[in-house]
């Protein structure tokens, strides 16, 4: 393996993708695309809670409706 562990990443999601022909024709686009998704977003605030709204009501009908 003498390619570094993102361009073989690339080449795999190009081959899965079937994104060859634009890969081709605009290599520096898709490259760029893969890096920028490769990306984090941003990191989470100190008091970030997964429960931002919590729900109020919450019901599961289990009957048909007639």
């Known amino acids: 393996m003498s390619k570094n562990p ?5 080449e ?3 081959e899965m993708r ?4 634009t890969y081709a024709r605009y ?6 695309a ?3 998704g490769r990306r984090p977003i941003g990191s989470f605030p100190e008091n ?3 429960l ?12 048909k409706p007639e």
Do not use: K, M, Q, W
Request: aromatic letters at 8%; hydrophobic letters at 45%.
């Open 48 to 50: 970030f809670s997964a």
């Open 12 to 14: 795999a999601l190009i």
């Open 52 to 63: 931002t709204e919590p729900a109020s009501r919450f019901t599961v009908r289990t009957e």
């Open 18 to 21: 079937g994104l060859g022909r």
């Open 6 to 10: 993102s361009a073989e990443i690339l």
């Open 34 to 36: 893969f890096e920028r």
């Open 27 to 32: 290599p520096d686009i898709v490259t760029a």
